[in-house]
């Protein structure tokens, strides 16, 4: 029952979200925000690594897993947890939401395998051109989804998906809606 009422609000919110929509390829896109798990953390910080390398400015959120006891203050990473910076639902803190609002990407990546609700909340309020990541439910997160991925590795794969794909754009900028 509670998964409806979230959900719901996540409709509402990309509904709301009155963001320019487009096919960017990667040689256009200079802003990147990047959601994820501290799961898969390496993995993730090699490939921002490398978005840095191609001078792509890259801001990082990501949900700390249950059991994670990693301290990630020395990282360029702001981590979402229940304890530290949503609420009990997993919605993210206003603070935190105002911060992300004030900037605009060129892109937003969710590295997510499962669904995680604070870190859709954070993609349906965020000022982004295109969307990018793995298909998950129904709700319209995506400009450019992957629909399937090998069980092993999947963050790895779903990285290099996403790069292919975004390599193979062609041209300055589609306009989707």
């Keep these: 029952m509670f998964d409806f009422f979230k959900k719901r609000k996540l409709k509402s919110l990309l509904k709301k979200n009155n963001r320019r929509h487009a096919f960017l390829d990667l040689d256009n896109i200079h802003s990147i925000l990047i959601l994820f798990e501290t ?5 993730v910080d090699s490939f921002v690594e490398t978005l840095q390398g191609m001078g792509k400015s890259v801001k990082g959120y990501a949900f700390r897993v249950k059991d994670d006891v990693y301290d990630y203050s020395e990282t360029n990473y702001s981590i979402i947890s229940p ?37 859709e909340y954070i993609l349906a309020v965020a000022n982004v051109t295109m969307t990018i990541g793995l298909k998950k439910n129904k709700l319209p997160f995506y400009d450019l989804s992957i629909s399937k991925l090998p069980k092993e590795n999947p963050v790895e794969e779903l990285i290099k998906s996403i790069l292919y794909y975004l390599k193979t754009i062609k041209g300055k900028e589609t306009t989707l809606f």
Excluded: C, M, R, W
């Excluded at 799961?39 to 993995?43: A, K, L, N």
């Excluded at 206003?94 to 997510?112: F, G, M, P």
């Design 39 to 43: 799961s898969g953390y390496e993995v």
């Design 83 to 119: 304890k530290e910076n949503s609420d009990k639902s997993g919605k993210p803190s206003d603070e935190l939401l105002e911060q992300l609002k004030s900037t605009h990407y060129a892109a937003a990546i969710d590295l997510t395998i499962k669904e995680n609700f604070s870190l």
